[in-house]
């Protein structure tokens, strides 16, 4: 079973940065479409960035410009760089399979806040 294990969130004042990491069991990475997801509070989860396995990459309207999304697959890892965080970018991130989702992990909370 995959299993996803996702890191690097925390507190950080608007206009901050982080880079989240997920390391993906086993060698899978390269052969899978990858996404970040966040759900922020009372809200369902949305698809921040996804990365083909091509390396083409694609962002939702509102991170675009700030967050990006990339892969090592020699490490079994997948990042998400945000920079310029604004308050609404809070919430918990997931990775998972774009197209075909494992069991998910259990996310890293990123909050924004002044």
């Known amino acids: 079973q995959v299993r996803l294990v996702e890191s690097g969130g925390g507190l950080v004042q608007p206009g901050g940065s982080l880079r989240l990491s997920c390391v993906v069991s086993?060698?899978?990475?390269?052969?899978?479409?990858m996404g970040w997801y966040r759900q922020a509070p009372g809200k369902e989860r949305d698809l921040v960035a996804r990365?083909?396995?091509?390396?083409?990459?694609n962002y939702a309207d509102s991170v675009k410009g700030r967050f990006t999304i990339s892969r090592d697959n020699a490490k079994n890892t997948l990042y998400l760089q945000m920079n310029s965080l604004k308050p609404e970018d809070t919430g918990i991130y997931y990775c998972?399979?774009?197209?075909?989702?494992?069991?998910w992990g259990q996310g890293t909370q990123v909050t924004v806040s002044s």
């Open positions: 990365i083909m396995t091509d390396g083409s990459t």
């Open positions: 086993g060698s899978i990475l390269r052969r899978n479409h």
């Open positions: 998972n399979n774009f197209l075909l989702p494992y069991t």
